[in-house]
């Protein structure tokens, strides 16, 4: 009883359960062999080529399969926003040709039966997870603000054990709906935290499609899942929207691989089936002699945008991922010089495990293969197309000589 006076009291303009947002997420029609994929960037900036790689994988593992390929925006945190990335972002997809069967429009509208696909407009579903958490003796409030935080660091520094907000440190976790209620009449902002299940001591074990059987400790810490703001944290939101939009194959950048102990925790908690996760090593690049990450302040080469900026056809920066990908695509290439790269299978299990190397000689090889078998309409419209946004002074020429453009070719030697 105490639990759901609890819920009420955090949560009074909630009304649904959990059963009332299923029904509007039925499971998807689809094969057993279907994957459904999703990107999900934050719109923090430019789509980089980190993200690009990440997506070609998910959008053919998908289709590959005849599934689904979905874009989801996941702007809560709306302090790191930039304006003008959700745009960014899909018209990069649209220039690379990763085409997604549901999520944003450039129009702004949405695309899709999972909708809405950006996060901000997802708070309402977020907050029936929430209540139905605490409901449960699941989730609770905490009250502490950056200073209580603080004072349980240093002890814990000073008693060298771990820090955080988990077992006898939370100091919230088994708060009395009486003091919830003082604490919210004076105004006092929360957060709400999972109560973790999980013990350091224990492991957790899972297989990464990408780097093979990872094993980890589970989480006990109370992690927050709505901010003060009423926002849910990435971790939380994940979980609600894979889970609602039958999400079965993660695939995402390995600074995410040490989060997988929580995510697992927050599906078996809410009682959702785990998704299959594969993690990807970043892209790396050649800087003289050594290889290293691409930076996001330092290399403008970095950004997807960049290759769009100077002329490399998307199917060239496709079909150039796909050799990162798979190494066994270059032979399966050069048996059918025709076919589109589309036809080739990807496999998980036979990515590169570590960073792989973005090499800009076999770049230009690739482009200029993969230019040397479009029709001469295809060049133009490609040129046509990308000089009007970057080269004016290439347009008005091309503009004016359209047939003359169109009738160019190679002298004969
Ligand atoms: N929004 C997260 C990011 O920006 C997504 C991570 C994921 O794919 O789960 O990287």
Redesign the pocket.
């Known amino acids: 009883m105490s639990n759901e006076n609890m819920a009420e009291l955090l949560f009074p303009d909630v009304t649904q359960l959990p059963a009332d947002i299923y029904s509007l997420y039925p499971p998807r029609n689809l094969s057993s062999s279907a994957l459904v994929t999703?990107?999900?960037?934050?719109p923090?900036g430019s789509l980089n080529i980190g993200?690009l790689y990440?997506t070609l994988i998910s959008e053919r593992l998908a289709h590959q399969s005849n599934g689904v390929f979905f874009l989801?925006i996941?702007d809560t945190d709306k302090k790191r926003e930039i304006e003008g990335s959700i745009e960014n972002i899909i018209s990069s997809l649209l220039y690379f040709g990763i085409h997604f069967d549901e999520g944003p429009l450039l129009s702004g509208d949405d695309k899709g039966a999972y909708g809405p696909y950006k996060q901000s407009s997802r708070i309402q579903i977020y907050k029936v997870f929430i209540k139905h958490l605490v409901r449960n003796g699941l989730a609770y409030p905490c009250f502490c603000d950056t200073d209580d935080l603080q004072k349980i660091r240093i002890s814990q520094q000073n008693l060298k054990v771990t820090t955080g907000y988990y077992g006898r440190w939370a100091k919230h976790r088994d708060i009395s709906f009486q003091q919830a209620k003082e604490e919210i009449s004076n105004g006092k902002p929360f957060v709400i935290r999972l109560k973790s299940p999980g013990s350091s001591d224990r492991r957790i074990t899972y297989h990464d499609l990408v780097k093979g059987p990872i094993e980890l400790p589970e989480n006990d810490q109370d992690i927050v899942i709505m901010k003060t703001d009423g926002l849910p944290t990435?971790h939380f939101a994940?979980a609600i929207d894979?889970y609602l939009m039958g999400t079965t194959h993660?695939?995402?950048?390995d600074?995410?691989l040490s989060?997988v102990p929580i995510?697992i925790q927050l599906f078996e908690t809410l009682g959702f089936r785990i998704p299959e996760y594969g993690h990807i090593a970043p892209i790396m690049k050649q800087v003289g002699n050594s290889k290293r990450k691409f930076s996001k302040r330092k290399d403008l080469d970095g950004t997807a945008e960049y290759y769009k900026e100077q002329g490399y056809p998307g199917m060239a920066i496709s079909e150039y991922f796909m050799n990162l990908i798979n190494s066994d695509f270059e032979e399966w290439r050069m048996t059918n010089p025709d076919k589109s790269f589309r036809e080739f299978i990807i496999h998980t299990h036979k990515m590169n495990a570590s960073g792989a190397l973005l090499d800009m000689n076999k770049l230009h090889d690739i482009s200029k293969d993969v230019i040397s078998r479009l029709t001469g309409n295809q060049v133009f419209d490609h040129l046509y197309t990308w000089s009007k946004e970057f080269d004016s002074e290439l347009y008005t020429l091309i503009d004016r000589n359209k047939e003359y453009t169109l009738n160019i070719r190679k002298p004969e030697l």
């Open positions: 999703r990107f999900a960037p934050s923090t993200g990440a989801r996941e990435y994940h894979d993660v695939i995402r950048g600074e995410w989060s995510h």
